[in-house]
C-alpha cells in the first residue's frame, strides 16, 4: 500500500503536498500531455485559417481589410484579455478556468465553422479569442504545480513549448489536408474531437491549484488591459494598413495608451495586483517578454504572406503549400525539445541571442525569393524559422516562471501568452498591412480591365486571382503575372524588416541577460514554490 505523502510546513504557515499529489510520476508526465494537447490545439487555431483565406476569399467576398480581421481577430482578442484571465485562474482554480474555456472554445468553433459572412466569422474569431484566453496561461501555470523540480519542469517546459510553436507550425498544414477534401469551415470543426479528449482526460489527471490570499477581483483593472491592448494594437494595425487618413486610428492610439498607462499606475498602488508590473525590473523576465513578442512576429508573419504565396502565386494545392511548410513543424519540435539541454551547456543568454539571429537570418532568406525560386530556398528558411522559434519561446516561457513567485505563476505565465498572442496578431496586422500596401501599390492592371474589377485586384492577391478567372485568357493571365511580380516584392520588403526586427531583439537580449551566462535557466524561489497551495 502506497503512502500519502507528508504535508510540507511554509514559513507562512500554509500547508501544501507536493506537487505529484496525483499519483506517481508518470501519472504527471501524462498530465503535461493534457496540457500540450490544450496549448496546441489554441496554437494551431492561430495559424490554421491562413491556408483556408484564399477559399474564405471567394465564398464570403470579404474586402482586404476585413480578410486581415479574420486573420488576427483571434490574437487581438485573446492578447486583451490573456493578463485578466490569467489573475482569474489563481484566484478560482487554474483547473476550472482551463475546462470551462476549453468548453467554451468547443461552442465558438461552431458558431466560426457555419459563418454565413465575414462579419459573422470575424466575431466568431473573437469568441475564439475570449475561450482561448482562459486556455493558455492555465497550461503554463500548473505545470508549475506538476513539477516543482527545477530540471523536471525545464523538461516539461520544453515539451509544452515545442506543442505551443509546433501547433503554430502545425496550422498549415491541417488546413491544407481539410480544405483538399472538405470547405474552409472544417478547420474549425477539427477543434471539437480535440476538445472532449481535453475535458474528459483533464477532469481526471490535472490537480487543482489557485493562489491561497489571491485578493480581491479588481474589475476597473481588467476594463484597463483590456482596453489598453485592443486599442494600441489595433491603431497599430491600422496606421500600417490606412496611415493617418482616418480620425478613428490617432484616437485608439491615444485612448489606449492612456489606459496602458492608468493600468501600470493602478497596479503599482494596488496591495494584490491583478498583474504585478514589477515583474519587469528582473532582466531575465523582460528579456523573455520581448523575445517572445519579436519572435512571434516574424513567424505569424512568415505564416501569413507564405501561405498566400505557395497557392496564389506558385499555384500549390493546399494539401501542398502545407507539406511545404512542414520543415517549420518539424524544426519547432526539435528546437523545443533541445532548449533546456542547449542552456544547459550554453546558459541562457547565448541560447535566447543565437535563437533569435537564427530566426532572423531564416526570415532574411525569404527576402530573396522569386516567382520561380527553388524549393531548397524555402526549405532552410522554414527549418531555421521554425527551430529557432522552438527555442526561444521554450526558453522565454521558463525565464519567465522563474522569475516570478508560484502563487501568482497564472497572471506571470499570461504575460509570457500576451507577448505571443500580441506577436501573432502584430505579425498578421504589420507584417500583412506592408505586403498589402506594397502590392497594392505596385500591381498593374491590364487595359480593359471595368473599375470594380480593377478595385478588386488591388485589395489583394485574392481578389486579383478571381478577377483573372473572369477576364479573357491573355488579359487574365497579364493580370496574374503583375499581381504575382506585386506581390513577391511587397513579400520580400515586409521579410527583410521582420528579420531586422528580430536582430535588433537578439541585441536587447544579449544587454539585458549581461550576467547571466549560468548553466540554469532562472533558478526558482522554492520559498515561493511552496506557497501554493495545490486542491484536491
Known amino acids: ?14 500547508t501544501t503536498h507536493p506537487a505529484s499529489t496525483h499519483g506517481a510520476p508518470d501519472r504527471r508526465w501524462v498530465g503535461l500531455g493534457v496540457l500540450v494537447l490544450a496549448v496546441t490545439l489554441v496554437a494551431v487555431d492561430a495559424t490554421v485559417l491562413s491556408l483556408a483565406l484564399p477559399s474564405i ?34 484566484r478560482v482554480g487554474r483547473k476550472r478556468v482551463l475546462l470551462v474555456g476549453s468548453a467554451a472554445f468547443g461552442v465558438a468553433s461552431l458558431l466560426a465553422a457555419y ?21 493558455m496561461p492555465a497550461t503554463l501555470s500548473l505545470i508549475r504545480t506538476l513539477f516543482p523540480d527545477a530540471r523536471e519542469r525545464a523538461t516539461a517546459i520544453g515539451i509544452w513549448g515545442a506543442g505551443a510553436t509546433a501547433g503554430a507550425a502545425l496550422g ?12 474552409w469551415g472544417s478547420v474549425f470543426l477539427l477543434n471539437l474531437p480535440v476538445l472532449v479528449l481535453l475535458l474528459v482526460l483533464g477532469a481526471w489527471l490535472l490537480p487543482e491549484s489557485r493562489d491561497p490570499r489571491p485578493g480581491r477581483w479588481d474589475v476597473l483593472s481588467v476594463f484597463l488591459s483590456m482596453a489598453g491592448v485592443i486599442g494600441v494594437v489595433y491603431a497599430i494595425k491600422e496606421l500600417a494598413a490606412e496611415g493617418l487618413h482616418s480620425w478613428t486610428v490617432p484616437v485608439a492610439l491615444v485612448l489606449g495608451s492612456a489606459a496602458l498607462v492608468a493600468f501600470v499606475r493602478r497596479q503599482l498602488r494596488l496591495e494584490t495586483p491583478l498583474l504585478d508590473v514589477r515583474l519587469f525590473a528582473d532582466r531575465r523576465f523582460t528579456a523573455a517578454v520581448v523575445a517572445s513578442l519579436t519572435a512571434l512576429i516574424g513567424l505569424s508573419g512568415v505564416v501569413f504572406f507564405m501561405s498566400q504565396y505557395l497557392q496564389l502565386v506558385r499555384g500549390y494545392a493546399p494539401l501542398a503549400a502545407g507539406v511545404a511548410e512542414m520543415p517549420a513543424f518539424v524544426g519547432a519540435v526539435v528546437g523545443g525539445l533541445l532548449t533546456a539541454r542547449v542552456v544547459r551547456r550554453s546558459g541562457a543568454r547565448a541560447t535566447l541571442t543565437a535563437g533569435l539571429l537564427a530566426m532572423g537570418v531564416g526570415i532574411g532568406l525569404l527576402g530573396f525569393v522569386r516567382e520561380d525560386s527553388g524549393y531548397l530556398l524555402l526549405g532552410v528558411a522554414f527549418l531555421a524559422v521554425g527551430t529557432a522559434e522552438g527555442v526561444v519561446y521554450t526558453l522565454a516561457s521558463d525565464l519567465v516562471l522563474g522569475a516570478s513567485p508560484a502563487a501568482k505563476s497564472g497572471a506571470a505565465s499570461a504575460v509570457s501568452e500576451t507577448a505571443y498572442e500580441l506577436g501573432t496578431a502584430l505579425g498578421i496586422a504589420l507584417v500583412g498591412s506592408v505586403v498589402t500596401a506594397l502590392y497594392s501599390g505596385a500591381v498593374t492592371l491590364p487595359t480593359g480591365t471595368g473599375a470594380a474589377a480593377a478595385e478588386q485586384a488591388r485589395q489583394s492577391i485574392g481578389g486579383a486571382v478571381e478577377v483573372a478567372g473572369t477576364l479573357p485568357g491573355p488579359l487574365g493571365e497579364q493580370l496574374l503575372a503583375g499581381a504575382r511580380g506585386a506581390f513577391v516584392h511587397g513579400m520580400n520588403t515586409a521579410a527583410w524588416l521582420a528579420a531586422g526586427l528580430l536582430l535588433a531583439s537578439a541585441a536587447l537580449s544579449w544587454y539585458l541577460l549581461r550576467g547571466r551566462r549560468g548553466a540554469a535557466v532562472p533558478v526558482p524561489d522554492h520559498r515561493a514554490d511552496r506557497e501554493q497551495q495545490p486542491v484536491g
Open 1 to 14: 500500500m502506497s503512502k500519502t505523502p507528508a504535508p510540507v510546513s511554509t514559513d507562512r504557515g500554509a
Open 57 to 90: 476569399s471567394e465564398t464570403l467576398r470579404p474586402s482586404g481589410t476585413q480578410l486581415l480581421w479574420i486573420g488576427d481577430s483571434y490574437s487581438f482578442v485573446l492578447a486583451g484579455l490573456l493578463v485578466s484571465m490569467g489573475a482569474l485562474s489563481d
Open 115 to 135: 459563418a454565413p459572412g465575414p462579419g459573422w466569422l470575424i466575431l466568431a474569431r473573437a469568441l475564439l479569442g475570449v475561450a482561448g484566453a482562459t486556455i
Open 172 to 183: 498549415p498544414l491541417v488546413g491544407g489536408l481539410l480544405l483538399e477534401h472538405f470547405w
